[in-house]
C-alpha cells in the first residue's frame, strides 16, 4: 500500500517531500562544540529524531545549541532518514498512512517546509477536543499534547500537519482499523504496551521551591539528565506543591509537576543531622497513593543535589538475587558500627520490600518500635528494612558521596554522586560522570 492509497482527496492538499532528519541509534552526547573534548550540554535517547544541519561529522541541531556526532570509530549514533511532511484537509494522520508529530521543534520545520514561516509553535494542552499533535488553524502552527485528542484529525479549520515517518512516544502502540461498508463508520482498537529497563526503576526526589533545589531540578528537567534521563518512572515531592518545573528535552517533552505531601517538623536528630524521619513518612504516604512504585523492580530516592547515572544504577542493582532486598551504600568506618548504613542522598528498595513497608503495616510497626523522633530518615530506614526481615546488599561503589569516602565524577564506576549543589558544579560532574 502506498501513502496515497487512504489519503483524502480534495484541492487544498499540501506536501513537501525530501526533508531530511536524523534518527539516534546509540546514545549521544549534544556538545558545545564539533569536538568529542567540548563540554556535553546534554543527551539524546535511541529513537529520538533529530531536526538539524550535517557539517562534516557532525549535526548541528535546529532545537537547542549544540552538536551531536554522526559517528565514532565505526559506531553510528544517528541515521539520516529522508520523510514527507503533509497537511491534510480530513481525516487524521493514520487515515491517510501518514504519523502525527507531537512535538513543537518537528512541528516548526514541518510547517517550515511546507511555506508557514511562523518562528512560534502554540501549545495548547487543554481538555476542549482538537486534532493529535501538530496542526495549523489559521495559519499559525499549534500542537496539541493532551493524551486524549489521539486519534483525533482535521476539525473546525484545524488542519494537521504529518509526517510518513514515525517519531518515538513512551509507548510501544499497535493500532488495527476495520470498516463497515454498511454504516460507514470507522471502529478502530488500540493496543498499548510498556517495555521496562532491567532492572526497571522508579526515581524520585523531594526538593523545596524555596532553596537552591528549585533551579537546579528546573535545570535537570530541561535538559533531561539525572532522574529524568532514562529511569523507567519519575516523580517529584514537595511540601509546596503542586507547581511546574517546566517541561522536559528543552520544552518538547512532557511536563514535569511536583506532588504534594504532608507537612511535617524537622528537628535535629541523636547524630546531629536533620531529624527528619516523619517528614519521609509522609514523602512515603504520597508515594502509596502515587502507585507507580508496585510496577517496577526498585524504587530510588535521590536527593536534588545527587548526579543520577539509571544506566550505571542498573548494573549496579542488577546483581542482586534476593527480591526482598534494600542497598546499604557506605562503609566509611570499615565495619565500625554504625557502618555499614545508608547515607540518604541515594537510596534503593526492592519493590517487596517497600510493598511490606507501605501495603502491610510495616510502617506503622516501625513506627511504634522505633524511636524515629531522633532519627533522620536513612537511620530510620535502614533500622525498618532490618525489623521487616529485607535483605541488607551491601554496595559501596553504587554511590560516590563527599560525606562517606569521596566523589570523584571521573571514576567511571558509581551510579550517583553527591553532593554538587550549583547548577554549573552539578553539570560539571554529570559531564565528567558521562565521558568516562
Known sequence: MTLGDKRPSGPYIEMKSDNIEWRVKINVFIRKEKSFDADVLGQKLVGEVIIGS???????????????????????????????YEKIVSGNCHHAGLFPIEDQFTCRAAGFALGYFDAKVNLYSGSNKKPEGCYIFRGGLWVADNPSNQGNGAMEGREPICSSGSYPTTTTTTTGTTTSTESSTMTTATI?????????????????????????????????????????????????????????SHGKGAEVKAQWFHKAKVGKSEDGTAGNALLFVHVFQAIKKDGRFRKLDWTIKADPDAVVLPERIRRHLGRVKEPFSYLVNCNKMNYKPPFPMIFGAFEAFARESLEKFLDHGGVEMCMRQLPYQRFGEDKFMGNCMRMLGSHEFDDFQVLADKRCLGANCKDGVAGAYHDFKGIPEWFKCWGEAMST
Open 54 to 84: 550535517r557539517e562534516g561529522d557532525w549535526v548541528k541541531s535546529a532545537n537547542e545549541e549544540g552538536y551531536l556526532a554522526v559517528e565514532r570509530d565505526g559506531a553510528d549514533f544517528l541515521e539520516e532518514r529522508v520523510v514527507t
Open 192 to 248: 498499548t504496551t510498556t517495555t521496562w529497563g532491567t532492572p526497571s526503576l522508579f526515581c524520585f526526589l523531594v526538593m523545596m521551591r524555596s532553596t537552591y533545589e528549585y533551579g537546579l531540578v528546573k535545570e535537570q528537567v530541561r535538559r533531561r539528565v539525572g532522574i529524568f534521563s532514562t529511569c523507567d518512572e519519575h516523580a517529584v515531592f514537595s511540601q509546596d506543591a503542586p507547581f511546574s518545573l517546566g517541561r522536559l
